[in-house]
């Protein structure tokens, strides 16, 4: 027996061994292997984490850079984009329309997936998958007027707060169209003929603002509209007699940008009434300010293109909720 002790030591050392070392398993003989068969009470630990502290740069671009400008934007795609990077526009409209109730954002991903090469042929390796990972934002604000405006259109404001809004806001407002062949002109005019009403000048509107802080405390006899595209308001004397009328036409014309920075454009207003508790409260909408949006955001993913050269889709990047 003593003559077998260094063979069975030998033996039992190497089944210790194959006992607790791990042994590796390929799924595909040319790839290398793919896990590591572990013995119980073993877990497997990523050293990643050890290996990136002595990295001397990291091993890839990572992290969202906010812009606060489009052409920061620009000028920051610029700097990382490559041949495959995209840039994604993300509009949130309301319910059955095109407006959006909150500002779109521009997202460009840097690191985005190479496109496949499509000529037919099987796929030649141009298909490659990338980490998504680098990437800029730029929440397209809205402008301060548009925001207003939106903001208060449809709401029942009384006499004085209504009157007080419109002189807050008088500097948004333009002149109306003159009769002529110019396009936008031409088309406001028959947008109003459409409509069944005239426009206000902001001479006008400020006036008619007037007459009702003037009128504030009276109470309406009457308020009617009128053939002509006019609101006809009566006011009642102290006696009830009919007193101070006062006639403001029912459409206005804005001139506002949509995105801050950017462009205006024109929008018409309508003026609403309704009586109530024996004065009025005042209110209007904004026709198809819908379309007027989506034009601007249109034109707005028209210059991100431009300014970058890049592609730009309408939606959200993939691992984006």
């Known amino acids: 027996m003593d003559n077998n002790a ?7 050392i ?13 799924l595909e003989k040319e790839t290398g292997p793919h896990a590591a068969i ?29 812009l606060a400008t ?4 620009a000028a920051h795609v610029n700097r990382f984009k490559d041949a495959a990077s995209a840039i994604f526009a993300i509009a949130k409209p309301t319910a059955g329309e095109a407006r959006a109730i909150e500002p779109p954002q521009l997202h460009a991903v840097y690191d985005y997936h190479e496109p496949r090469v499509n000529d037919g042929m099987a796929d030649d390796g141009a298909e490659l998958a990338r980490f998504m990972k680098h990437r800029a934002i730029y929440a397209c604000p809205f402008s301060e007027s548009w925001r207003a405006w939106s903001a208060a259109e449809g709401s029942k404001l009384d ?11 008088i500097g948004d407002l333009i002149a109306p169209p003159a009769m002529s062949d110019a396009p936008g002109d031409a088309e406001l005019v028959e947008n109003a003929a459409m409509l069944g009403g005239q426009f206000n000048s902001p001479s006008a509107l400020m006036e008619m603002s007037r007459g009702i802080q003037v009128n ?30 006062m006639k403001v036409r ?14 205006a454009y024109r929008v018409i207003g309508r003026l609403r009434y309704r009586t109530h508790n024996g004065g009025l409260v005042w209110f209007y909408q904004l026709w198809r300010a819908d ?4 034009h601007a955001f249109d034109e707005l993913c028209a210059s991100a293109a431009k300014l970058t050269s890049l592609p730009v889709f309408i939606g959200k990047p993939e691992g984006m909720s």
């Open 6 to 12: 260094p063979s069975d030591n030998k033996a039992l």
């Open 14 to 26: 190497d089944f210790a061994e194959r006992m607790t070392a791990p042994e590796l398993v390929a």
């Open 38 to 66: 572990l013995p119980t009470g073993k877990t497997i630990v990523s050293i990643k984490k050890l290996i990136d502290e002595y990295r001397e740069r990291p091993e890839r671009r990572e992290g969202t850079a906010t």
């Open 70 to 73: 489009l052409e920061a934007f």
């Open 159 to 169: 006499q004085r707060a209504f009157a007080e809004f419109i002189e807050d806001r």
């Open 216 to 245: 504030v405390d009276s109470k309406v006899r009457q308020a009617i509209n009128l053939a002509t595209g006019e609101i006809e308001v009566v006011y009642q004397t102290e006696h009830g007699e009919a007193g101070e009328r």
């Open 250 to 263: 029912n459409l206005f014309v804005l001139a506002i940008p949509v995105f801050e920075g950017g462009p």
């Open 291 to 294: 379309r007027v949006f989506r």
